[in-house]
């Protein structure tokens, strides 16, 4: 049974850094995908950034330039490296994982029902 985890969050202020990680179990499947959504309460759920088996990334508009995904397959690890936080960043974050899956990192962002295996999310606050 697949599984995921994550950690990370935390209270920053405006320009800081945070990096969120998600560490998977229980799964070895060849294609997959997963990604990082977040959700403010009272708004509906964002897709931030996704990575599919191929290694290819998609990002939301609002972080392009600022939040990296990546993954360490020998850790069984995703992160989120989030760079110059702004206080609309602020929200709840999950990791998820589709698998197995044949979406590439750009469907997923936007198919975030598609996702079969959600964490229990981290909160990030970024304050002014």
């Known amino acids: 049974q697949v599984q995921v985890v994550e950690s990370g969050g935390g209270s920053v202020q405006a320009g800081g850094s945070l990096r969120l990680s998600c560490i998977a179990s229980?799964?070895?499947?060849?294609?997959?995908?997963m990604g990082w959504f977040r959700q403010v309460p009272g708004k509906e759920r964002e897709g931030v950034a996704c990575?599919?088996?191929?290694?290819?990334?998609s990002y939301a508009d609002s972080v392009k330039g600022r939040f990296t995904i990546s993954q360490d397959n020998a850790k069984n690890t995703l992160y989120l490296q989030m760079n110059s936080l702004r206080p609309e960043d602020t929200a709840m974050y999950y990791c998820a994982a589709s698998a197995p899956s044949t979406m590439t990192a750009i469907q997923a962002l936007v198919a975030a029902d598609e996702f079969n295996v959600w964490g229990q999310g981290t909160q990030v606050t970024v304050s002014s």
């Open positions: 990575i599919d088996s191929d290694g290819d990334t």
């Open positions: 229980g799964y070895t499947y060849a294609y997959y995908v």
